[in-house]
Nanobody, 121 residues
Framework: QVQLVESGGGLVQAGGSLRLSCAAS????????MGWFRQAPGKGREFVAA???????YYADSVKGRFTISRDNAKNTMYLQMNSLKPEDTAVYYC???????????????WGQGTQVTVSS
């Protein structure tokens, strides 16, 4: 079992930056692939970024070059650095975990509760 808690969301102007954190419980964090998803109002949940246990990364085209995913296994924490934010990045951002680097991008086993990110124009 893995429990995930996101933090770091908030209100920022377009062009600004935010860093999201995802704290995970359990002693096997380093063996899980981790990911971020988001859900904008009235839309479905969409994949944002993923990082494997070996630090390979994968991004959605919409955030490539602006967002950076990272992890600190010693702290059981994953991060999402978001730069050059746009109003269309406004969404609830969810942290996710899965033993599979493929499944963490599709249908992860574990989810956090989400943190709101609002980008004003």
């Amino acid at each position: 079992q893995v429990q995930l808690v996101e933090s770091g969301g908030g209100l920022v102007q377009a062009g600004g930056s935010l860093r999201l954190s995802c704290a995970a419980s359990g002693r096997t964090f380093s063996s899980y692939a981790m990911g971020w998803f988001r859900q904008a109002p009235g839309k479905g949940r969409e994949f944002v970024a993923a990082i494997s246990w070996s630090y390979s990364t994968y991004y959605a085209d919409s955030v490539k070059g602006r967002f950076t995913i990272s992890r600190d296994n010693a702290k059981n924490t994953m991060y999402l650095q978001m730069n050059s934010l746009k109003p269309e990045d406004t969404a609830v951002y969810y942290c996710a975990a899965d033993p599979s680097y493929i499944e963490v991008r599709r249908v992860p086993d574990y989810w956090g509760q989400g943190t709101q990110v609002t980008v004003s124009s």
